[in-house]
């Protein structure tokens, strides 16, 4: 059994709330959301980090970039604008450490980040 979380949910070993799957990419909801969508989109091959991506990766990260689109559509938040957030690492406060896409949208954002 793996002791990566989002592996565990990609194997359905812990329940999410999906929104998207198909044979590269799943997406869920978070279980701590920080806006009215917050919704986590992965690569369902094990990569840490972004920055742990390599040129063999390069289906599965163009794939959710559409994927980011198509879902923002469904929930409704594609044309009030929505963000999309990485966070790569300690000091970004990575704290799940298989790659993941926050979606974030239904509120307004400041910038610059925290
Ligand atoms: P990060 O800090 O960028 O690594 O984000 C990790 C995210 O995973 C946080 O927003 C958590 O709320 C979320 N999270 C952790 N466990 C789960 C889970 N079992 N289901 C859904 N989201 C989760």
Redesign the pocket.
Known sequence: MSDC?FCR?RDGE?P?DKVYEDDLVLA?????PQAPVHI?VIPKKHVARLADLKECDQEVAGRIQLVIGEIARQEGIAEDGFRVVV?NGVRA????FHL?Y?VLGGRDFSWPPG
């Open positions: 979380i949910i812990i999410s869920f909801r978070d279980i701590n986590l966070n406060n990575q704290t799940v993941h926050h």
